[in-house]
């Protein structure tokens, strides 16, 4: 592995809707192109050499909007999963999914689990797509699940630290984000990642998620490599 390489890459997928507008078209238009581009990514990723992707694809916020936007992002990611199994394995990729996906239709949640299973082994990049994801949820939810197991006598609450707390996250089983982008213009995190983006170095791109390239993927690259991070160090 090259000095300086982020080993996790997340990614703020932003402005698909804007960007549609901006053509004329509707915004649902904008999520299809952009479906696109998550596979195009995903494949760039794998092959530029990062060993995990993270996509944050639905918000615990995104409920609030219309309900035909919010139903055809569901249609649209059912017939986006549906279409997976070959470009994992074609890419020996890894598939998780973070964030709560048991609200989704049974068919959904059928997909995820059976991509996840059959992806299991794969060695290559793990893309991690976040679902119903926010944040603080991940963070109430780790905080819940630790109680439990304080209540049930498992721990001590004399042993809780940071790296405990960790395996009650979602992303128990990773490393903390090294480069996080964000394209569509907004300069925020919209409830991404907060534990995990602590010490991130933060890419933004003012073009829309449709118009993002590997181009573009490299660039973000380049420059977290020229960033000093120095965690509270000197
Ligand atoms: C990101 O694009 C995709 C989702 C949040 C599902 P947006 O839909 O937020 O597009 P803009 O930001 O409104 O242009
Ligand atoms: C963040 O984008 C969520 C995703 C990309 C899935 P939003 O468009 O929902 O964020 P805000 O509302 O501009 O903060
Ligand atoms: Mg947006």
Redesign the pocket.
């Known amino acids: 592995m090259q000095e300086n390489f982020p080993e996790h890459v997340a990614i ?3 402005g698909n809707g804007r960007w549609a507008t901006s053509l004329g078209k509707k915004r649902t238009y904008g999520h299809y192109i952009g479906s696109l581009i998550v596979n195009k990514i995903t494949e760039s990723a794998a092959k530029i050499g990062i060993k995990y992707l993270t996509l ?4 615990t ?2 409920w609030r909007r219309p309900k035909s936007e919010v139903m055809f992002l569901m249609a649209l990611l059912k017939t986006q999963l549906g279409k997976k199994e070959a470009l994992f394995r074609e890419n020996d990729i890894q598939f998780r999914v973070i964030g709560d996906f048991s609200v989704f239709d049974d068919r959904i949640v059928a997909m995820i689990n059976g991509l996840m299973s059959k992806t299991k082994n794969n060695k290559g990049m793990r893309l991690t797509l976040a679902l119903n994801y926010g944040g603080k949820h991940e963070i109430a939810r780790a905080a819940k699940r630790l109680c439990e197991d304080v209540k049930n006598g498992n721990i001590k609450i004399c042993d809780i630290d940071e790296a405990l707390f960790k395996n009650y996250l979602y992303t128990f089983d990773m490393p903390d984000v090294d480069l996080l982008i964000r394209t569509g213009g ?1 300069k ?1 995190v ?1 409830n991404f990642l907060l534990w995990q983006s602590s010490y991130a170095e933060f890419v933004f791109f003012d073009k829309y998620w449709p118009e993002f390239t590997e181009d573009d993927l490299v660039l973000a690259i380049d420059e977290f490599k020229r960033r000093k991070r120095r965690f509270g160090g000197l």
């Open positions: 703020i997928m932003d944050y694809a639905f918000s916020e995104n907004e925020r919209s």
